[in-house]
Every structure is written in structure tokens, then in C-alpha cells.
């Protein structure tokens, strides 16, 4: 999973624009508890994914997070002992005592589960999305070299898939049976330093140690940026309006309460609204 | 193959319903009680009579049903109920179960029928552990410990014949019905033992010991100076009060995770008798422990203002 131009408004609409409206869209993952406001921002990013042609890399992601939010529920319902209604008695456990699994726990174990596949997508969607060295030319003013750092960091990732990718293949060579995953994460894994020093010395000898701060560059933003911009604004005001006003009511203990008044599906459908209306407009989009 | 699989999980399912396992929270009690106070019983936040408790009750679950509480680590701790909360120098709140201090977390303790469940905010520098009260009375003679109820015995020194009576009267008027054995015998495990004698008679037993070592080591705020003077401490576990002449003490204390033993004792015969004539659940209601001298009734620990 690496960044790649395609031709889709968010791809159009710039770094900043690019960085804020997905930072928008984890902000409101955090700030809201409600599972179909959760779900919304789910929903919201998965289709701006589609929307920005990088489905398939957004299904991968997802199909990886799933398990993992799967335990996430499962540890939650296990050590939370709060909760009024007992769906399963499990008695007396090794090292976790006397357990009962309660239906608010995991309810609740669900739904930070959910947040989580959220926040993976929301990187996800960055990663795909968001041109890297845009990133780091938005950032260098404010500090180059920490800028250099965080956009090295996210390549890193694709040149260890290469890496690994490269590895498996030189293994199917050879005689016996194919290597085990693990064993190709471990070979990969076990190479990330000497990449992290080849980076570093290839950076050394471009002189990057010697930069100074670059001038101020005022670039214009598009037609798309200022749409992703306010699109951004709009997620963010909309989660804390949401949060503060307890537009979406959510509480997991003692007793599950999540009263579904006609506010939380409006707001909800507002909120995938906001985060689908700038990719009505795909004018100018060609790479 | 599939016929040991099938066996394997026969066994399985059976292993696991017999050690308490299952879908759904189970089949329910009844007749708990759920009292909330602070510091040491003095100030009532609530009293809750709950006549049909649902399955899997726990300590927890049945007070946040019944209460507004706020929960710490995973819901193992409670750090609020009804907007009462501990704080930093050291209060916090602690729960009884028919006047016993629980081994385990309230999540962790089911509650069985009949249960008293205590819950007091209270300031804990003198002592981390009060291992038993008194304020559950006829606790914990009646229903016992998690669900079973034990023998009781009665050990009585020759010279509070009229106390000893009045006790084993107090106990039989609750259904509970106690063997008398002789003074130092020691009331041994899985039973409830009561000591009634003069400070001078019983100073030699366990229970003695344990509080004359003071509040840090058996729970109760008050010891003995000599056999002629009873002194109350405070929760800090100052002395602010000497009892002389015609003072008594009821009080129960446990060493380590045995079971209770309660003292029902005083400075002289008549301390004594005092102390046996407040043996009521009216009269222990809500108290640690109990200091009488004459007709007054004094709950420990004092208040420093007393």
C-alpha cells in the first residue's frame, strides 16, 4: 500500500487538503462514541475511498483491521467486569478470576473495536491518498527534518513489502518447500535497519544534513483543495457539535443506553454527506 | 476419530456446566440487602432491600443497579457512589459481606441469599484491612459466608455466667444455634466463634491479641490499657477516649483469611453484661464496633470530636 496519483478530486485536491480532510475524518472517530455515528465515519471513509480509486487498497486494509478488532471485542468482554446484563457465565478462569461476559462489555469491546478499524482506514486513506512529498514540502518550513523523518517513515512500509516481495521470490528458487510468512517477515524485518541506514547515507550524500529553511512558498490551493478544506472543517465542527450537544447519546455501563432520537440519523447522514460532496466535482481531476 | 472428538466435547460441556458455566446470567436469590454509608457507618447514603436479586448477581452489578457509581480499572474499583467519592489522602470505599471483609474484588463476589452487602466510604490510615464488623448483626450467625452458613461456638468465662446467657439468648432469638465450649479452646476453621469474658479472662485468646496489637493489625479501634481501662480510638487511630469502670466492647476481628471471631468483652463483669445487653441488630446497625459504658453506646472508631 503506497501512494500513487490517480485521477480522483482528493488526489487533485492537494497535501493540506489531503492531510486535513482524513485527519478530519479520525478526529471525529475519536470524538464520537455512538456505533451508527462510528459506523458513519466508517461508511464515510470507505466511500470516499471508492470515490478516490484506492478501494482495493482500503479492502485490504479493512480485511486486516476486521481480526483485530475482533480481538479487541473479545479482551473487552473478557477483563471489563462492569456491566448489568450476563449474556455468558464462564465461573472461575485462570489468572482472570471469576468471569461473566456481560452484553454491555462487549457492546462496548464492539464498538472500540470499530474505532479502530476506523483510524486504520483513515491512515489507510491517507497513505493512498495524500502525495508524500507534498507532505514533506508542507512541512519543511516548520521542521524539515522532522518532515523528512515522518515521510521516510510512511515509505518505509512499501520498500519492506518490495523487500519482502523480492525475498519470497529468491526463496521459491530454491529447492523444498516455500518459506512461511513468518519467515519472510522475519527476513524482512530483520533488514530494516541496514534499508534505515542505506536511507540515511543516500540522504547524507545529497546533502540533506546541510538544508537550510526553505523560503515561504505560497502555493494557491485548487478548486478541490478549498472543497476537501471545507469538507474537513465541516466533519470536525459536525463530530464536536455532535459530541458536546449529545446529539448521538452513547453509554456502554452500567446499562447499555443509546437512545436513537431523529437527531443521530440526521447527523449521521450529514456526516457522509459532508465527507462525499467534494467528489461531485471530478472537473480538472486528470493527472 | 469423530466419535472421540464427539466424547471430547461431551465432556467437555458437562466439565463446564458443573463448574458454573453457561449462557444467560442463571438462576437468581433473594433477600439482600444493600447498605451505603461513610466514614465508619455514621453518615447513611442509602439502605436497599432487594427481595428477588437476577442471576449472576455481583457485589458490583447489584450496587450499580441500584445506585449512581463510577467505576475504576475495568469496573474492579469503585471510585463513586451516588456522587461520594474517595480521594487522594487516603479514603476510599470498602464493602462487607454479612459484616466480613471481602478476599476478592465487589466484581468478583457473588451474592448469595440473605447477604448483607455494606459499603462504607472511610478513611484507611490507620489500617488497609478491617477484616470483620459488627454492624451487620445477626450477620454473619445467620447466612454465613458466600452462601454457607457455619457452626457457631460460644466461649464463655466462669465468672460472666449472666452476659453468656444473654448472648446465647440474643443468638437463639435469630435461629442461630451455638455450642458452648471452654474458654481457650479456640473455635477452630469453618466455624464462627464468640468470646465473652472481662479483658482479664480473655486477654490470653487470639481475638485478645490480635486487637491489643491495635487497629493496623485487627480492624477494631480500641484496645486495652491494662485490664481496668478501655481505650477508643479515632480513625487515625488516636486515643481520644478512656473507658473505666463498667465499660464494655463488642467487636470481631479475624487473623489472616480465617474466619471471624467476635469479643464481647469488658473491664469488669459489668462491662461485660453491657456489652452482651447491646448483642441487637438495632443497636450494632451500621457500627464497626461497639463500645458501651452504662446505657451509652459509643460506635468506633470516635470521632475525635466526641
Known sequence: MSYRRRESPLHAAGALAGCAYCLALAAAALVLSSPLMLGAVALAVLAAAAAAGVWPELRRAALWAVPFALLIMLINALVVRDGLTVIVRLGQLPLLGYTDITLEATVYGAVLGLRAVTLILCGALYTTAVDPDQVLRLFRRVSFRSALTATIATRMVPVLIRDSRRFAEAQRCRPGAPPSRLALMRAASAGVLDRALDIAAALEVRGYGAARRPPRAREPLSRHGLAFLGSAATILVLGIVTRVAELAPFRAYPALHAPLGAATPIVAGALVACALLPFVDRRGVQG | ?306
Open chain 2, 1 to 306: 476419530m469423530l466419535a472421540r472428538i464427539r466424547i471430547a466435547l461431551a465432556a467437555a460441556v458437562v466439565a463446564a456446566g458443573a463448574s458454573g458455566c453457561g449462557l444467560g446470567p442463571g438462576p437468581g436469590t433473594a433477600d439482600v440487602t444493600l447498605t451505603v454509608t461513610r466514614d465508619f457507618g455514621s453518615g447513611q447514603v442509602a439502605t436497599i432491600t432487594r427481595s428477588k436479586v437476577p442471576g449472576s448477581e455481583t457485589v458490583m452489578r447489584m450496587l450499580e443497579r441500584s445506585l449512581r457509581v463510577r467505576t475504576r480499572y475495568g469496573g474492579g474499583f469503585v471510585e463513586s457512589i451516588d456522587g461520594f467519592s474517595g480521594t487522594a489522602d487516603r479514603r476510599d470505599w470498602f464493602y462487607y459481606v454479612n459484616g466480613i471483609e471481602a478476599p476478592v474484588g465487589a466484581a468478583s463476589t457473588v451474592v448469595h441469599r440473605g447477604d448483607r452487602i455494606w459499603w462504607d466510604l472511610h478513611d484507611w490510615s490507620a489500617t488497609e484491612s478491617i477484616p470483620a464488623v459488627v454492624g451487620s448483626f445477626p450477620e454473619p450467625f445467620v447466612h454465613g459466608i458466600g452462601g454457607r452458613r457455619l457452626p457457631t461456638t460460644l466461649e464463655c468465662a466462669d465468672d460472666v455466667a449472666r452476659a453468656c446467657s444473654q448472648v446465647t439468648n440474643a443468638l437463639d432469638a435469630d435461629g442461630v444455634p451455638v455450642a458452648s465450649q471452654q474458654l481457650g479452646t479456640g473455635s477452630g476453621s469453618d466455624s464462627l466463634g464468640v468470646v465473652v469474658g472481662t479483658w482479664a479472662d480473655v486477654r490470653d485468646e487470639l481475638v485478645a491479641s490480635l486487637i491489643q496489637r491495635g487497629p493496623s493489625l485487627s480492624g477494631v479501634y480500641a484496645r486495652f490499657a491494662g485490664p481496668g481501662e478501655l481505650q477508643l480510638l479515632d480513625p487515625r487511630g488516636r486515643v481520644v477516649r478512656a473507658l473505666t469502670a463498667g465499660a464494655g466492647l463488642i467487636a470481631a476481628t479475624a487473623h489472616y483469611s480465617s474466619e471471624p471471631i467476635w469479643l464481647i468483652t469488658g473491664t469488669d463483669p459489668t462491662g461485660v453484661l453491657a456489652a452482651a445487653r447491646a448483642l441487637t441488630p438495632a443497636r450494632l446497625r451500621d457500627h464497626f464496633a461497639l463500645a458501651v459504658s452504662g446505657s451509652s453506646d459509643m460506635p468506633l472508631p470516635l470521632d475525635g470530636a466526641t
